[in-house]
């Protein structure tokens, strides 16, 4: 089992860059981790996911080129470094973690086990 701890949300003027950490407990190297977000009135949706050993990643159309998923397995700590932010990235950030296979990873919510609580990230235009 895995306990997730996001931060380093919060708010930034379009055009600026945040970096979100998440801080996991036990054996975090077992999991591929994934980061969504959630913004008021819709579903969760997947932004980024990165493989257990890091050497994967992939993301949603709407981040590519703007948003870099990272891990430290030594460090138990994935980010999601965010460039660019548009107004429409304003969402509640969350981190999960995954059972799986070396080189797999999922955009599905329900391919992931554990969540964090997650992190406000609020874009002023």
């Known amino acids: 089992q895995v306990q997730l701890e996001e931060s380093g949300g919060g708010l930034v003027q379009a055009g600026g860059s945040l970096r979100l950490s998440c801080a996991g407990s036990?054996?975090?190297?077992?999991?591929?981790m994934g980061w969504f977000r959630q913004a008021p009135g819709k579903e969760r949706e997947f932004v980024a996911a990165?493989?257990?050993?890091?050497?994967?990643?992939d993301y949603a159309d709407s981040v590519k080129g703007r948003f870099t998923i990272s891990r430290d397995n030594a460090k138990n700590t994935v980010w999601l470094q965010m460039n660019s932010l548009k107004p429409e990235d304003t969402a509640v950030y969350y981190c999960?973690?995954?059972?799986?296979?070396?080189?797999?990873?999922?955009?599905?919510?329900?391919?992931?086990?554990?969540w964090g609580q997650g992190t406000q990230v609020t874009v002023s235009s």
């Open positions: 990165i493989t257990r050993s890091g050497i994967s990643t």
């Open positions: 999960a973690a995954r059972v799986t296979a070396p080189y797999s990873t999922s955009r599905s919510r329900a391919g992931y086990d554990y």
């Open positions: 036990g054996r975090f190297s077992s999991y591929a």
